[in-house]
């Protein structure tokens, strides 16, 4: 678990600054968080390496090449399922993610559920305190949001019969039904 904390270590120095916008905490909680929800689902080093750099080619200077110099091939392209081409808008982006988690190989899939978890679970406590008024912060107002997360549900269980499916895909099914409605 030495490279974990090589990882989350860049994951601090590369997120250094940035803070998330619904709640104004440090941004590095969030990937910190997410490698942590893989962390206990016991999956692999390389997927939990993963879950600290998801955000990190798409949102600060640490490119692709870094993390395959650092972590190798198998973290990076983990990493590359996860990265959202910001060229594009944010229906195409997560049109994108939608269609992706359908197909992807498990690990995609449990770094994109993992992802999306903690997000949601950040959305839940901003609305709880500040109401509708959250939506305004997003690209997608709450009608797309919650076709975005509740695609995610309805794609991440595709494919994955015979396989232990990890205790946390139920969780944010649950909050998806709990927040957004029955999907």
Not at 18 to 28: I, S
Not at 60 to 73: H, Q, S, V
Not at 144 to 152: D, F, G
């Amino acid at each position: 678990m030495e490279k974990c904390k090589k990882a989350e270590a860049l994951a601090k120095q590369a997120h250094d600054g940035q803070v998330r916008k619904l709640t104004g905490e440090p941004y590095v909680v969030h990937p910190i968080s997410v490698a942590e929800t893989l962390k206990e689902a016991g999956l692999s080093e390389d997927l939990i390496i993963a879950g600290y750099l998801h955000d990190a080619v798409e949102d600060t200077a640490l490119e692709f090449e870094d993390i395959k110099r650092e972590f190798g091939r198998k973290v990076v392209d983990i990493v590359q399922g996860n990265t959202e081409d910001k060229s594009r808008s944010w229906l195409e982006r997560k049109q994108h993610t939608v269609d992706y988690i359908k197909e992807a190989p498990f690990e995609m899939k449990a770094l994109i559920v993992a992802d999306k978890l903690d997000n949601l679970k950040s959305v839940i406590e901003a609305y709880e305190s500040e109401g509708d008024a959250i939506w305004e912060k997003f690209k997608g107002d709450k009608t797309k949001q919650r076709w975005y997360y509740k695609s995610i549900v309805e794609n991440a269980f595709v494919g994955l019969e015979g396989i232990e499916i990890p205790p946390f895909f139920y969780t944010y099914k649950k909050l998806v039904e709990d927040f957004f409605g029955d999907v």
